[in-house]
C-alpha cells in the first residue's frame, strides 16, 4: 500500500487478556516506531525498530509490552494482561531512514479499550 | 532530557484569520530537528513543517511558516489564511541528530477553525 497501515484501527477488550496489534510500514522503510497516545496527551516513544532488530526498546512502560518484527516489514505489538490504563491509541510510524532527520511516516493507529 | 513544551491546550479562529502556535523546547545539544505534526480527526498524523537547527532561514510550506528563534529555543507556527480543514490537534516535535530518530513530542494544541 502506499501508507503506513495498522490493524486493527478499533478493538476492545477485556481487562486481563491478550492483544495483538499490527503495523504494516511503508515498503522499503527500514525504521519502524511504536507510540502510544493516552487521550489528550501527545505522543509517547514506546520502542524503535531498525531492520529486525530493536536498538531502543526504553519506552516500552512495562514487560507486559513486547513487540517483534520481521525482517523491513510488519511488525506486531503485544500487550499480555491487559489493564485499564493500557486504553489509549496506538500509533505505528516509518521511516526510510537515509539520513537523520528523515520524515516519519504515521498510520492511522489502533484505538485501544479495556474494559 | 530534553523536553517541548505547547503551553496553548486549545485556540479558536476564525476563518481566513492567521493564528500562531507557540512551542519552546529544551536541549543542550546544537543539532537537532524540529516539526510541526497536525492531527485531524481522522487520527493520522500528518507532517506539516520541517526545520534543522543549523539552517537559520525560517522553513516556510505555502499557508503554513514557523518562527525560529534558537537562542530562545523557540519554535512556533503561523497558519495564514486559516481554513476549516486546518481544523485539528498540532504537535510540535523535536528530534536529536545523536540518537536514533526518536522524536519528543509536546502534548498539542488543539484548533479550531470557526466558519
Known amino acids: 500500500g502506499a501508507g503506513v497501515s495498522q490493524s486493527p484501527s478499533n478493538k476492545v477488550t477485556e481487562k486481563g487478556k491478550d492483544v495483538e496489534l499490527r503495523c504494516d510500514p511503508i515498503s522499503g522503510h527500514t525504521a519502524l516506531y511504536w507510540y502510544r497516545q493516552r487521550l489528550g496527551q501527545g505522543l509517547e516513544f514506546l520502542i524503535y525498530?531498525?531492520?529486525?532488530?530493536?536498538?531502543?526498546k526504553s519506552g516500552l512502560p512495562s514487560d507486559r509490552f513486547s513487540a517483534e518484527r520481521t525482517g523491513e516489514s510488519v511488525s506486531t505489538l503485544t500487550i499480555q494482561r491487559t489493564q485499564q490504563e493500557d486504553s489509549a491509541v496506538y500509533l505505528c510510524?516509518?521511516?526510510?531512514?537515509?539520513?537523520?532527520?528523515?520524515?516519519?511516516?504515521f498510520g492511522a493507529g489502533t484505538r485501544l479499550s479495556v474494559l | 532530557a530534553q523536553t517541548v513544551t505547547q503551553s496553548q491546550p486549545e485556540m479558536s479562529v476564525q476563518e481566513a484569520e492567521t493564528v500562531t502556535l507557540s512551542c519552546t523546547y529544551d536541549t543542550s545539544e546544537s543539532n537537532y530537528y524540529l516539526f510541526w505534526y497536525k492531527q485531524p480527526p481522522s487520527r493520522q498524523m500528518i507532517l506539516v513543517i520541517r526545520q534543522e537547527a543549523y539552517k537559520q532561514q525560517n522553513a516556510t510550506e505555502n499557508r503554513f511558516s514557523v518562527n525560529f528563534q534558537k537562542a530562545a529555543k523557540s519554535f512556533s507556527l503561523k497558519i495564514s489564511d486559516s481554513q476549516l480543514g486546518d481544523t485539528a490537534m498540532y504537535f510540535c516535535a523535536f528530534m536529536s541528530t545523536n540518537r536514533d530518530d526518536k522524536i519528543i513530542f509536546g502534548k498539542g494544541t488543539r484548533l479550531h477553525i470557526l466558519p
Open positions: 525498530f531498525q531492520g529486525n532488530s530493536a536498538p531502543d
Open positions: 510510524a516509518s521511516s526510510p531512514l537515509q539520513r537523520r532527520g528523515d520524515i516519519q511516516y
